[in-house]
């Protein structure tokens, strides 16, 4: 079954500390994304990546960091920078580098700061 | 830069009725619109698409969308809504390769 995973589906940090978010795709997709969701403002562009090793920033970058050493996985870390880091993060996938631009999301993580 | 306006933040109807949610874009062309579907704690689920062709596009669990370009908009609609379909809905465009999001629209459904 071909899909996005994400994990884990809730993370608890406490502040300080950096944390890994999980995104893996068995879809063959070129691209990847990282959008972050807060209540009443849509989804905002953390990073992206349209081939491996290779990754842009998007909007809303600082405090976050990525890596896409394999074109399946694209882990998103929120580091201690991160001013507001609670909120839910979701991964997404583009065919072919995205040239039709439909994108295929993952169930999401909910990271919650303590 | 484009961008995409959601202008109903909340909408509720009863099941059985029709709907429709709005959604107006700013682009300088023609964009690659999308329809979104995102239950509580979920990913987001894609309902429909336009890139050119008909103006009236049909998606999964019975959703249309037609796009207007002399009113830049591209609303979605549904003939009877299920109780179901309670959700929120994000209206997206593409342009410029960047994917631009709606602030959204939750969808209430009462008996």
């Known amino acids: 079954d071909g899909g996005i995973t994400q994990s884990p589906k809730y993370l608890f940090r406490k502040e300080g500390q950096n944390v890994t978010l999980s995104c893996e795709q068995n879809?063959?997709?070129?691209?990847m994304y990282w959008y972050r969701q807060d209540p009443g403002q849509g989804l905002r562009l953390i990073y992206y990546?349209?081939?491996?090793?290779?990754?842009q920033k998007g909007d809303i970058a600082e405090g976050y960091s990525v890596s896409r050493e394999k074109k399946e996985s694209f882990p998103l870390t929120v580091t201690s920078a991160q001013k507001n880091p609670t909120a839910f993060y979701l991964c997404?996938?583009?065919?072919?580098?995205?040239?039709?631009?439909?994108?295929?999301f993952g169930p999401g993580t909910r990271l919650t700061v303590l | 830069a484009q961008s995409v306006t959601q202008p109903d933040i909340h909408i509720t109807v009863s099941e059985g009725a029709s709907l429709e949610l709005r959604c107006n874009y700013s682009?300088?062309?023609?964009?690659?619109l999308f329809w979104y579907v995102q239950s509580p704690g979920q990913g987001l689920q894609l309902l429909l698409k336009?890139?050119?062709?008909?103006?009236l596009v049909q998606g999964i669990k019975g959703f249309e969308a037609e796009f207007k370009r002399s009113q830049s908009s591209f609303n979605l609609r549904k003939p009877s809504v299920h109780w179901s379909d309670a959700a929120e809905y994000f209206c997206?465009?593409?342009?410029?390769?960047?994917?631009?999001f709606g602030t959204g629209t939750k969808l209430q459904v009462i008996p």
């Open positions: 997404a996938s583009s065919p072919a580098g995205g040239w039709d631009y439909t994108q295929y």
């Open positions: 682009y300088g062309a023609t964009p690659y």
């Open positions: 990546s349209q081939i491996v090793n290779d990754f």
């Open positions: 997206a465009v593409g342009a410029n390769q960047k994917v631009t």
């Open positions: 879809l063959n997709h070129d691209a």
């Open positions: 336009y890139f050119s062709g008909d103006t």
